[in-house]
Protein backbone atom coordinates (compact mmCIF):
# COMPACT_ATOMS: atom_id res chain seq x y z
CA UNK A 1 0.00 0.00 0.00
CA UNK A 2 1.38 3.17 -0.69
CA UNK A 3 1.16 6.37 1.80
CA UNK A 4 -0.20 9.56 0.25
CA UNK A 5 3.93 11.15 0.59
CA UNK A 6 4.95 8.95 -1.61
CA UNK A 7 2.05 9.06 -3.79
CA UNK A 8 2.35 12.87 -3.77
CA UNK A 9 6.21 12.57 -4.36
CA UNK A 10 5.44 9.96 -7.51
CA UNK A 11 2.92 12.86 -8.75
CA UNK A 12 5.52 15.32 -8.42
CA UNK A 13 6.98 13.98 -11.90
CA UNK A 14 4.35 13.84 -13.42
CA UNK A 15 4.23 16.50 -16.40
CA UNK A 16 1.39 18.51 -16.61
CA UNK A 17 0.15 21.71 -18.52
CA UNK A 18 -0.69 24.99 -15.77
CA UNK A 19 -4.13 26.04 -15.77
CA UNK A 20 -5.55 29.25 -14.01
CA UNK A 21 -9.02 28.59 -12.73
CA UNK A 22 -11.15 31.95 -12.41
CA UNK A 23 -14.88 32.15 -10.73
CA UNK A 24 -16.51 34.82 -9.26
CA UNK A 25 -16.97 35.11 -5.37
CA UNK A 26 -20.29 35.59 -3.81
CA UNK A 27 -19.32 39.44 -3.29
CA UNK A 28 -18.97 39.67 -7.26
CA UNK A 29 -14.90 39.57 -6.75
CA UNK A 30 -13.18 37.64 -9.17
CA UNK A 31 -11.28 34.54 -7.26
CA UNK A 32 -8.75 32.03 -8.95
CA UNK A 33 -5.82 29.53 -8.13
CA UNK A 34 -4.13 27.14 -10.32
CA UNK A 35 -4.28 23.62 -11.28
CA UNK A 36 -2.67 21.02 -13.02
CA UNK A 37 -5.50 18.50 -12.83
CA UNK A 38 -7.65 19.92 -15.96
CA UNK A 39 -8.94 17.81 -18.85
CA UNK A 40 -11.49 16.83 -21.45
CA UNK A 41 -14.47 14.59 -20.75
CA UNK A 42 -16.45 14.86 -24.04
CA UNK A 43 -16.26 16.94 -27.32
CA UNK A 44 -19.95 15.82 -28.19
CA UNK A 45 -20.82 18.29 -25.68
CA UNK A 46 -17.75 20.40 -24.99
CA UNK A 47 -17.32 19.37 -21.30
CA UNK A 48 -14.11 18.93 -19.21
CA UNK A 49 -13.40 18.66 -15.56
CA UNK A 50 -11.06 20.33 -12.98
CA UNK A 51 -10.22 18.79 -9.60
CA UNK A 52 -10.59 21.31 -6.96
CA UNK A 53 -9.11 20.54 -3.40
CA UNK A 54 -11.96 21.38 -0.42
CA UNK A 55 -9.75 23.14 1.15
CA UNK A 56 -8.95 25.88 -1.38
CA UNK A 57 -10.28 28.90 -0.83
CA UNK A 58 -12.10 29.37 -3.21
CA UNK A 59 -14.17 25.57 -3.57
CA UNK A 60 -17.59 26.97 -1.66
CA UNK A 61 -17.90 30.17 -4.05
CA UNK A 62 -16.78 28.19 -7.10
CA UNK A 63 -19.48 25.56 -6.39
CA UNK A 64 -22.04 27.90 -5.25
CA UNK A 65 -21.09 30.14 -8.88
CA UNK A 66 -21.74 27.42 -10.85
CA UNK A 67 -19.40 28.95 -13.63
CA UNK A 68 -15.89 28.64 -13.85
CA UNK A 69 -13.24 29.40 -16.66
CA UNK A 70 -10.10 27.47 -17.56
CA UNK A 71 -6.95 29.86 -18.94
CA UNK A 72 -4.07 27.55 -19.96
CA UNK A 73 -1.38 29.35 -19.08
CA UNK A 74 1.71 29.66 -21.54
CA UNK A 75 5.48 30.26 -20.93
CA UNK A 76 4.61 34.36 -21.38
CA UNK A 77 2.27 34.23 -18.27
CA UNK A 78 4.81 32.44 -15.78
CA UNK A 79 4.93 35.58 -14.01
CA UNK A 80 1.25 35.20 -13.18
CA UNK A 81 1.35 31.50 -12.20
CA UNK A 82 4.06 32.59 -9.83
CA UNK A 83 1.48 35.38 -8.36
CA UNK A 84 -1.07 33.03 -8.15
CA UNK A 85 0.30 30.47 -6.35
CA UNK A 86 1.47 33.05 -3.54
CA UNK A 87 -0.94 32.65 -0.34
CA UNK A 88 0.58 35.92 0.45
CA UNK A 89 -0.35 38.16 -2.39
CA UNK A 90 -4.33 37.19 -3.38
CA UNK A 91 -5.45 40.59 -2.96
CA UNK A 92 -3.42 41.47 -5.95
CA UNK A 93 -3.60 38.71 -8.41
CA UNK A 94 -5.85 39.86 -10.62
CA UNK A 95 -3.90 43.49 -10.85
CA UNK A 96 -1.13 41.89 -13.87
CA UNK A 97 -2.70 40.82 -16.47
CA UNK A 98 -5.33 41.08 -19.42
CA UNK A 99 -8.42 40.52 -17.45
CA UNK A 100 -11.78 40.04 -19.12
CA UNK A 101 -14.96 39.84 -17.77
CA UNK A 102 -18.74 40.41 -19.08
CA UNK A 103 -21.22 40.57 -15.99
CA UNK A 104 -20.88 37.84 -13.52
CA UNK A 105 -19.07 35.55 -15.57
CA UNK A 106 -15.38 34.40 -14.83
CA UNK A 107 -12.79 36.26 -15.36
CA UNK A 108 -10.64 35.12 -18.89
CA UNK A 109 -7.39 35.79 -19.43
CA UNK A 110 -7.02 37.55 -22.74
CA UNK A 111 -3.35 35.75 -23.49
CA UNK A 112 -3.84 32.30 -22.01
CA UNK A 113 -3.18 30.11 -25.27
CA UNK A 114 -6.98 29.03 -24.54
CA UNK A 115 -9.51 30.11 -22.19
CA UNK A 116 -12.74 27.86 -21.51
CA UNK A 117 -15.74 29.06 -19.84
CA UNK A 118 -17.88 26.97 -18.34
CA UNK A 119 -21.30 25.72 -16.25
CA UNK A 120 -21.06 23.17 -13.48
CA UNK A 121 -22.97 20.12 -14.66
CA UNK A 122 -21.77 18.02 -12.10
CA UNK A 123 -20.23 17.45 -9.02
CA UNK A 124 -18.47 14.50 -7.33
CA UNK A 125 -16.01 14.37 -4.30
CA UNK A 126 -12.76 12.47 -4.58
CA UNK A 127 -10.93 12.05 -1.29
CA UNK A 128 -10.02 15.41 -0.44
CA UNK A 129 -11.10 17.04 -3.96
CA UNK A 130 -14.30 17.39 -6.00
CA UNK A 131 -14.15 16.39 -9.33
CA UNK A 132 -15.93 19.38 -10.85
CA UNK A 133 -17.59 18.88 -14.54
CA UNK A 134 -18.61 21.50 -16.73
CA UNK A 135 -20.29 22.28 -19.83
CA UNK A 136 -18.32 24.38 -22.04
CA UNK A 137 -20.17 27.74 -23.10
CA UNK A 138 -17.69 29.54 -24.75
CA UNK A 139 -13.77 29.49 -25.77
CA UNK A 140 -11.55 32.40 -27.01
CA UNK A 141 -8.12 31.01 -28.65
CA UNK A 142 -5.82 34.08 -29.20
CA UNK A 143 -3.02 33.73 -31.02
CA UNK A 144 -0.23 31.85 -29.57
CA UNK A 145 2.93 33.09 -28.63
CA UNK A 146 5.32 30.85 -27.27
CA UNK A 147 4.91 27.15 -25.82
CA UNK A 148 2.80 25.95 -22.61
CA UNK A 149 3.79 26.71 -19.51
CA UNK A 150 4.49 23.14 -17.73
CA UNK A 151 4.54 22.06 -14.11
CA UNK A 152 7.31 19.65 -13.61
CA UNK A 153 9.02 18.75 -10.11
CA UNK A 154 7.67 21.25 -8.13
CA UNK A 155 8.54 23.64 -10.34
CA UNK A 156 7.75 25.61 -13.69
CA UNK A 157 9.14 24.83 -17.49
CA UNK A 158 8.94 26.76 -20.18
CA UNK A 159 11.15 27.50 -23.16
Do not use: K
Not at 13 to 18: D, E, N, T, W
Not at 55 to 64: E, F, G, K
Not at 77 to 95: M, Q, T
Amino acid sequence: MTDSQTFVEGMSRLAAGVSLVTTIGEDGAPLGMLATAVTSVSADPPTLLVCVNQSATMHADLIRSGTFCVNVLGEANAEIARRFSSGADRAARFATGDWRRVGREAPVLADSLVSFNCRIETTVPGGTHTVVIGRVVDLATPPVTGGPLVYFGRGYLHG
